[in-house]
């Protein structure tokens, strides 16, 4: 099984940063995409960004300029630098990958609460 654990939420005041990190482990042979989700309360899961084996990356509208997304490779770890945070980032947000293991597929982590205070 593909696992993801994510690190880093909390809760911040607006116009903080916080940083987020997403190692993937297990017996997958390789990883196409890595990306963050997120959902907030009574709110559909949304995209935050997303990182290709390519270097691509692609940010959803609402934080773009504010959110960076970057990937080490070697050790299948994603991270979200968030700055600039607003209160409507108040979300669960969620790790992603698509990757390889018996077949191509997605993997979800478990979650990491960020609140944003105003």
């Known amino acids: 099984q593909v696992q993801l654990v994510e690190s880093g939420g909390g809760l911040v005041q607006a116009g903080g940063s916080l940083r987020l990190s997403c190692a993937a482990s297990?017996?997958?042979?390789?990883?196409?995409?890595m990306g963050w989700y997120r959902q907030a309360p009574g709110k559909e899961r949304e995209l935050v960004a997303t990182?290709?084996?390519?270097?691509?990356?692609n940010y959803a509208d609402s934080v773009k300029g504010r959110f960076t997304i970057s990937r080490d490779f070697a050790k299948n770890t994603v991270y979200l630098q968030m700055n600039s945070l607003k209160p409507e980032d108040t979300a669960v947000y969620y790790c992603y990958c698509y990757a390889l293991k018996r077949g191509w597929d997605n993997y979800w982590g478990q979650g990491t609460q960020v609140t944003v205070s105003s």
């Open positions: 297990g017996s997958m042979f390789s990883i196409k995409t």
């Open positions: 990182h290709t084996s390519g270097a691509s990356t």
